[in-house]
């Protein structure tokens, strides 16, 4: 393979360096590097970061390719500068037996445009009755360490707690989308003063807050790890951070659209905006951005939902929940925390790269940009604007809130171990 | 006049005053011995009603027929929330048969909305009620049976509601009369309270325009008119409230608690009414109960609808600018 010469990137939003790429590894970083016999890349103005990791990817393969396959999700995730991605479980099949993880595995090596880690359901069929093979999906080629039931909420507490404790043998983690299914029961959206004025089922804060709260109970009790998907209130940020104070082994996740849109969208009734959970208010997504900045909630995860347009072009009620999210991600992130000087750029690569590769122990993912490291990479032009027309994804689906919206910042170029798989913005 | 008629909560005062006065025209035509005006002839009007509701469907196709329109009944029954697509197929095929008019009602909340500004259609939308969210031309009916009642016939012309006091009590959670009739009551600058046990008031409410009680009977003898809304009884093993016994002695109208309200006060309701646990027969049967008067007003109103929607509605005083567009 050959070499390529990035030059003068800002390393992290750092100082401008040059970094340069040997086969699948970072070989040197430093100024003034020699270009010779590599391909050069003026990066002057850009940032460089450890290639993306989402921890919280809906890949729907298998069972859904009308909405996305392994290879339109990973190549929609080199658009975003990801890397990696963790695929969720709630496809059909479910992936809660070795034999579909490791299908799934194989599909994003044999693609190449991002790893695809496959996380395991936590209860067969996502039922919540029966523990899944959690043991085998972790020994298999697949090597899962994340389990989740995501969509659904493992709300049995014994259930709960035996998988906590089950995975411990093995280092993994129990990812949970945390929703009391009784308190949701018929929920539309956030519940509160806009879904009393549309009439709307309401989805209440604390569906969520009450499972985190337990789940970190139990997580202490058994002096296990757990992981909070997609966490949406003020509420839960109270939660997770006294969670921590305690010493409770709890990491938390927030998606770009909980950090940048609230429920007063949803008057549009246009079901692009309905999401699981729902969009919260203006006081929730303002204790979201605090809680990313300092820590308490972790990292930031897309929950990239990719439905076809069928599913959402209808009344509300009907409409399938979820928005796609990793083309977008980054441009959130910079608008709702670089940009109002809550995170620089490193925290960026901390809460999008480094964090999320620790909790799912992606060894070679969220390294650090220095020699010797895998050369898994995302080069970021900041100053870019532009409106997002959805015709532009790679996704298969196009349900994104964002159409028609200005948001900053450009992923121009992704290298995954090495090789160029997003170059000047469009797909190798 | 707007384009279309989706919330009580797009009307001005202006324009909530004027089909009130319009469906006072329309009612004399109901006291002729041909009951029936030219104002619609050649025009197409669908109901297109995904839920069960032979009252309102009959009470529009009144309207309809009394206006000369021509009249598409289509019922979807409960097939819309399933698929979703046979909504947004149905109105494109009612679209491309050149239809005038839909008057729309749907168990999901906003399938007006969506269906007037997703643009797979160019026709006027009326709701005729959506899930819990609203039913306008309910709301309007009932203000025209308070102005008639508490105001008067002729004197109420060109009036609103101001001042009046307004008890809506049962389940305003679920009911969309109780968020229409709160939004246009005091868009016609009528006091309203809401009373109901506090599971049935939407987490929320507080930004209504309006207050709320758990105490019916502080709340009767102040009362000018009182809308009884319509309980489920499916509520009760939801949790809502513990027995049926217990809902009527706290929430439900009978005769001695009628007596407490001033002598002027009428008892609304919208109808069908679940006698025994929500009101008593000796209430419901009273004459200052309105709820077959309401049942002719709604076709009044119905008509005037139809009429400022689709009879090219000129301003009768250009002079005065309107304030529809905000
Ligand atoms: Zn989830």
């Known amino acids: 393979m050959s070499k390529i010469l990035i030059r003068g990137a800002k390393v992290l939003g750092g100082e401008a360096q040059d970094v340069l790429i040997d086969g699948e590894t970072i070989a040197e970083v430093g100024t003034g590097l020699s270009a010779e016999g590599a391909q050069v890349i003026e990066a002057e103005g850009q940032i460089l970061l450890p290639g ?13 390719e009308d909405s996305e396959t392994v290879l339109t999700g990973t190549r929609a995730a080199a658009s975003g500068g990801y890397t990696a991605v963790f695929a969720m479980a709630n496809t059909h099949p479910v992936a809660d037996t070795a034999g579909v993880v490791e299908q799934v595995y194989r599909l994003g090596r044999e693609h190449g445009y991002c790893d695809v880690q496959p996380i395991g359901a936590v209860t067969v069929g996502l039922e919540g009755k029966k523990l899944a093979e959690l043991g085998a999906m972790h020994d298999s080629a697949a090597g ?121 969208l949803v008057r549009s009734y246009n079901p692009v905006y309905k999401v699981n959970p729902p969009l919260r208010t203006e006081r929730d997504v ?13 990292i930031v995860a897309t929950d990239h939902a990719p439905h076809p347009h069928e599913d959402k072009d209808c009344e509300w009620a009907a409409a399938a929940m979820g928005m796609v999210g990793l083309e977008t991600a980054l441009s959130v992130v910079q608008q709702t925390m670089v940009e109002t000087g809550l995170l620089d750029w490193a925290g960026v690569a901390d809460r999008m790269s480094v964090k999320p590769a620790a909790i799912g122990r992606a060894t070679e993912h969220g390294r650090p940009v220095s020699a010797g490291e895998p050369a898994n990479l995302t080069l970021v032009d900041p100053a870019y604007r532009g409106v997002v027309d959805p015709a532009d994804f790679a996704s298969r689906s196009r349900n994104t809130p964002y159409e028609g919206r200005e948001l900053p910042g450009r992923v121009t170029h992704t290298f995954l171990r090495g090789r160029a798989t997003l170059v000047d913005g469009k797909l190798a | 006049m707007m384009r279309h008629l989706i919330s009580a909560a797009d009307l001005t005062r202006d324009d909530a005053v004027l089909i009130l006065d319009t469906a006072e025209e329309m009612a004399r035509v109901a006291d002729r011995p041909i009951k029936k005006l030219p104002t619609l002839r050649g025009r197409t009007i669908c109901n297109l009603f995904f839920e069960d509701s032979t009252r309102t469907r009959i009470s529009f196709e009144a309207a309809e027929k009394r206006l000369s329109a021509d009249v598409i009944n289509f019922a979807a029954k409960g097939s819309s929330v399933s698929k979703g697509e ?40 009326i709701n005729a009620g959506d899930g819990t969210h609203q039913h306008p031309t309910q709301a309007l009916l009932d203000a025209f049976t308070m102005r008639r009642r508490l105001i008067g016939r002729d004197t109420g012309l060109g009036k609103d509601l101001a001042g009046k006091r307004i008890t809506l009590v049962g389940d305003v959670l679920h009911s969309r009369v109780a968020r229409s009739n709160v939004d246009l009551l005091h868009t016609l600058g009528a006091e309203v309270t809401l009373v109901a046990p506090p599971t049935l008031v939407p987490v929320g409410v507080e930004t209504w325009p309006c207050e709320v009680s758990y105490d019916l009977d502080g709340v009767l003898p102040k009362s000018d008119a009182v809308m009884m809304l319509r309980v489920q009884r499916e509520r009760m093993n939801a949790a809502f409230f513990p027995t049926e016994r217990e809902y009527s002695r706290r929430y439900g109208l009978d005769g001695e608690r009628m007596a407490k309200m001033p002598e002027h006060a009428i008892v609304m309701h919208p109808g069908p009414m679940v006698r025994g646990m929500e009101i008593t027969a000796e209430v419901a049967d009273s004459d ?31 002079a005065t600018p309107r304030t529809e567009e905000n």
């Open chain 2, 288 to 318: 200052r109960c309105t709820v077959v008067e309401q049942v002719a007003n709604g076709v009044s109103i119905r008509m005037a609808v139809l009429y400022l929607l689709l009879g090219g509605y000129e301003p009768a005083t250009p």
């Open chain 1, 286 to 298: 303002m204790a979201l951005r605090e809680a990313l900045a300092d820590g308490t909630i972790d």
């Open chain 1, 52 to 64: 993306l990791v989402d921890l919280h990817t809906h890949l729907r393969e298998p069972g859904r």
């Open chain 2, 86 to 125: 046979s909504l947004k197929d149905t109105a494109q095929t009612l679209e491309a048969m050149g239809v005038d008019a839909v008057v729309i009602r749907h168990s999901a909340s906003g399938a007006p909305y969506r269906l007037a500004t997703s643009g797979w259609i160019d026709a006027p939308v």
């Open chain 1, 144 to 264: 899962v360490t994340v389990f989740s039931d995501d969509g659904k909420c493992v709300d049995d507490a014994v259930i709960m707690r035996r998988a906590l404790e089950y995975v411990k043998a093995f280092g993994g983690v129990v990812a949970q989308h945390a929703q009391e299914p009784r308190l949701t029961e018929g929920a539309q959206m956030n519940e509160g003063v806009v879904s009393a004025e549309l009439g709307l089922g309401g989805w209440p804060a604390v569906a969520e807050e009450s499972i985190i709260a337990r789940d970190v109970l139990l997580a202490e009790h058994v002096g296990s790890r757990v992981h909070i998907c997609h966490l949406s209130t003020a509420g839960s940020v109270e939660i997770v951070r006294w969670a921590k104070s305690r010493g409770i082994d709890v990491t938390a996740e927030v998606t770009p659209h909980h950090l940048l849109l609230t429920d007063e």
